[in-house]
């Protein structure tokens, strides 16, 4: 496929070598110690402290007796200890598994007995959640991290962050101290770059949550073709707003350690936050999304900030597309900063599989770009694996350095998702003449809610735990701004009609799960439409509600 781009690089370009990223924190330390890595509220970590931090967090590992291949869970909010963690674990060769601040008891229960993992590192506010399942689970030690330990007395950004801190820790340990008090001493493991460096927990197309293995070549290789394609460089200043637990939160911390730039971390990302954080700290790079892009534009009090350094912002289209409309507006309001749609891509690939050339973007409803090097592959193809030519639409199948090794302890799920060397995606797409990927929808059944992946089957798992629930089905019911709004339908046990409500079991429901899976609305039924062969028809339910909006 040629592009009808200049300038789009023959291979990857490595700036110090392909290694693990973390290794590229010790290079700037040696190369740069003096430079700020991190800004948080006001406080400001060094290259070398980052190192240093970094080689304290992996001896206390080892000293709770994690070794290479081991897991440790990572259950926080965004804060300069998730990266302290995140990648203390895979200097020490461990692998790191980020988990959902919103994550209830029943997520961490599940994800942490199927990793396996003895160490959790969590923020106070939640450490009740996991203490709560903890004689459920493999967990030994727990971690605690309060959100406000690396800030300044007095913030230079707005915090309004509510959040409850437990009186005490029980058989616990607090983290910062910890490795205040430990003699940097990292034992010495070979690394190879195929090796898993994280698991990211996905609803995939198919089934409950599963755990993509994803390696330290596949990080490399997306941060550094990334930067060749997007022109990232160490002079930028980065505005770290997303879920840095999610594959595309992690991109603004992964380019900025691979560049050797700077990064400001906020554990909130309201137009408030967001507008005080690009003003104070002159942010030039953001990575976010259209719809905050769009409040910002229409926020009364927006010209109370200087957003003038901010050159280039990615931007995903969840609820609001990113238009070119959207693009002149932010172009207007930041003096000539350009506003470009992210691109395309899964947990299981890494993410940025397809990407908008800055030259020439383009803003049509689903166009996601192309890849930025020719080793990253995608075709479509049609239901009997044939090629799609232009204009037609048909399964989108990715090969490149970042597509996963598999899913963790799921060898069928991983030979029908990968096959060839080629990643099944489940989404269908199709290319116009010049190469440009348009994405079109989900193949499968899973739910996109404000910007979240949710399976059907893993909520209707929660809720079939009610004892007044003998079955249940979930739809996303399309909404303009969330893209799609959890609706469950229930059918209550017998002695259960007429004595409970809806609102009951909703409420339930928050009280389990994290936020996002949560129905926002729920409809009891006599009956739940099934196929001969017993399958759920879930395609029924989502035409009746179809049908009722009309």
Known sequence: MIYNVKNVPKEIEYRFGKKPI????????????????????????????LDDYIDRTATLFAKLGVKKGDVVSIFMQNCPEFMFAFFGAQRLGAIAAPFNPMFKEFDIELDVNELKSKV????SYLYPIVKNVRDKTTLEHILIVPLNEFMPEEPEIPYTFDFFEPDSFDDSIMFLEAIKNIEPNVPKVKRDLLDTAFILFTSGSTGLPKGALLTYEGTIAKNAALSQWYYHHEHETWLQSHLMCHIIGMYPMNVNIYNGSTVAIICQMTKEVVAAAIDKYKITTWYSSSLLVQNLIEWEDINK???????????????VQTSKELADQWDKLTGGGQLVEFGYGLTESQTLDAMQPRERPKYGIGCQGFPAVPEFLIRIVDEKGKECGPEQSGEILLKNPGVMKGYLNSPEKTADTIIDGWLHTGDTGRRDEEGYLYWMGRRKEMIKTSGFSVFPEEVESYIDRHEAVAKS????????????NIKAFVVLNNEYKGKITEQEIIDWCKERMAKYKVPRELEFRDSIPYGNTGKLLRRVLLDEEIQKCR
């Open 22 to 49: 973390d290794e590229y924190i010790k290079i700037h330390a040696s190369r740069v110690p003096d430079k700020t890595a991190i800004i948080y509220y006001g406080t400001e970590i060094t290259y070398k402290e």
């Open 120 to 123: 959790i590192v969590t923020n």
């Open 473 to 484: 089905a979930i739809i996303g019911k399309p909404d303009e701004r969330r893209g799609d």
């Open 305 to 319: 900030y200087n957003l003038c350094n901010l050159r280039f912002t990615s931007s995903t289209s969840y609820s």
